[in-house]
Antibody
Framework: EVQLLESGGGLVQPGGSLRLSCAAS????????MSWVRQAPGKGLEWVSG????????YYVDSVKGRFTISRDESKNTLFLQMNSLRVEDTAVYYC?????????????????WGQGTLVTVSP | EVVLTQSPGSLSLSPGERATLSCRAS??????LTWYQHRPGQAPRLLMY???TRATGIPDRFSGSGSGTDFTLTISRLEPEDFAVYYC?????????FGPGTRLEIK
C-alpha cells in the first residue's frame, strides 16, 4: 500500500525558513516523479514544485522560484521542500503527491497518491 | 501559464441525480487533463486522467470527456459520498495548474 507522510510544518515568521519532508513507502520511490501541492485557507489547490524520478530535473511555480528548493533522498525514500524567505501568502496545507505513471525522467503529470498534508503558517 | 476555468462554481443536487461539471482551458491542452475529488479533511483523490480514463478503483458512474480546451466530468447517479469539491488539473505544460474547483453540495 502506498503511504506518504508529510512532516515539518509549523508556525514561522515572515522571512523565516522551514523544511518539509514526505516519507514514502509501498512503491519504488525512485521510479516516480513527485510534487508538492498546497491549499491556502479557503482556497483551491495550487501545484508548487515537482521533481523527476531521477531527481535530475526540478520544476517550480513562478511565485516560489528562488525561494523554495525541492529535493529527494532515494536512500531514505523521502521528498523534501526547503522553503526560505517565507511570506504570509505561503500559508497553506502542503501535500506531497506521487505521480501516477512510473517514469524516471519525465516531468510530474498527475497524482494518484497524496499524503494527508502538513500545515505551514507564516505570521508575524 | 494555462489558466483553467471551472463551471459552475457550486452545484446543488440530490442523490440519484446527474451532475455535469465543466472545465475550460485558456489554450489547447490536447487530452492532458485530470480530475480530482477533494473531501474536507481528506487528501485529494484522482478520478480521471487523460481526460477520459478512470483511475484505479473509480466507479463507472464517473465519466470524463473532452479535448483541446473544453472538458466535462459527469457523475451519472450521485451517491452521498460524491458530495465534495472537484478540481480539474492540466499537465500539458509547466507549470501544472488547477482549476478553482466546483463545489458539489447536497440539495
Amino acid at each position: 500500500e502506498v503511504q506518504l507522510l508529510e512532516s515539518g510544518g509549523g508556525l514561522v515568521q515572515p522571512g523565516g525558513s522551514l523544511r518539509l519532508s514526505c516519507a514514502a513507502s509501498g512503491f519504488d520511490f525512485s521510479s516516480y516523479a513527485m510534487s508538492w501541492v498546497r491549499q491556502a485557507p479557503g482556497k483551491g489547490l495550487e501545484w508548487v514544485s515537482g521533481i523527476s524520478g531521477s531527481g535530475g530535473s526540478t520544476y517550480y511555480v513562478d511565485s516560489v522560484k528562488g525561494r523554495f528548493t525541492i529535493s529527494r533522498d532515494e536512500s531514505k525514500n523521502t521528498l523534501f521542500l526547503q522553503m526560505n524567505s517565507l511570506r504570509v501568502e505561503d500559508t497553506a496545507v502542503y501535500y506531497c503527491g506521487k505521480d501516477a505513471i512510473a517514469t524516471r525522467f519525465q516531468a510530474p503529470q498527475q497524482f494518484d497518491s497524496w499524503g494527508q498534508g502538513t500545515l505551514v503558517t507564516v505570521s508575524p | 501559464e494555462v489558466v483553467l476555468t471551472q463551471s459552475p462554481g457550486s452545484l446543488s443536487l440530490s442523490p440519484g441525480e446527474r451532475a455535469t461539471l465543466s472545465c475550460r482551458a485558456s489554450q489547447g491542452i490536447n487530452i492532458f487533463l485530470t480530475w480530482y475529488q477533494h473531501r474536507p479533511g481528506q487528501a485529494p483523490r484522482l478520478l480521471m486522467y487523460g481526460a477520459s480514463t478512470r483511475a484505479t478503483g473509480i466507479p463507472d458512474r464517473f465519466s470524463g470527456s473532452g479535448s483541446g480546451t473544453d472538458f466535462t466530468l459527469t457523475i451519472s447517479r450521485l451517491e452521498p459520498e460524491d458530495f465534495a469539491v472537484y478540481y480539474c488539473q492540466q499537465y500539458d505544460s509547466s507549470p501544472i495548474t488547477f482549476g478553482p474547483g466546483t463545489r458539489l453540495e447536497i440539495k
